[in-house]
């Protein structure tokens, strides 16, 4: 009969233990998707938030949060995007509706979000409804997730 509860001991203690590890790692899982969503929704919306008054600034922000192909293209079209917002007097105003995780593990995701913005320019001083459909693509570098692509689907 000992032997009986010990082995039952045993196997709900390793039960247990299991259970807990499946737990630890879902919160784990978890904890990482709100961290990429997070970092998808920022970069959409720095993405889809210029001013034109401030343009300097705001493509910054957008580099800070972007790595290879992604930051090497914004950054190579910096200077011809600037002139031309300067010259249009543009400003977009993004807002996210909603994003969802495509695929994820622990070192890269895809994103896609929905997003709406107003822009107004020289030729729409009142302004003009932009809908988004985004796709994202990120790493997780330096302790953060970066943006490496974006993609307009839809």
């Known amino acids: 009969m000992t032997r009986i509860l010990a082995v039952l001991a045993a196997v709900l203690m390793a039960s247990s233990g299991w259970l807990g590890l499946q737990l630890y790692e879902r919160d784990e899982e978890d904890r990482r998707d709100q961290d990429i969503l997070a970092a998808a929704r920022q970069s959409a919306l720095n ?3 210029l001013d034109y008054r401030q343009y300097e600034r705001d493509s910054k922000t957008v580099l ?3 790595t290879g192909e992604f930051k090497k293209q914004f950054s190579a079209q910096t200077a011809e995007l600037t002139k031309i917002v300067a010259e249009n007097k543009s400003v ?3 807002q996210i509706i909603d994003a969802g995780i495509a ?3 622990d070192r890269t995701a895809r994103v896609l979000v929905v997003a709406d913005g107003k822009v107004t ?3 729409a001083p009142e302004g003009t409804s932009r809908n988004y459909r985004l796709q994202l693509d990120l790493v997780f570098e330096g302790g953060q997730w970066l943006t490496s692509n974006v993609e307009f689907v839809g």
């Open 47 to 49: 993405f889809t938030s």
């Open 64 to 66: 800070n949060g972007a």
């Open 103 to 105: 695929r994820a593990d």
């Open 121 to 123: 320019n020289v030729a």
């Open 92 to 94: 977009s105003e993004g």
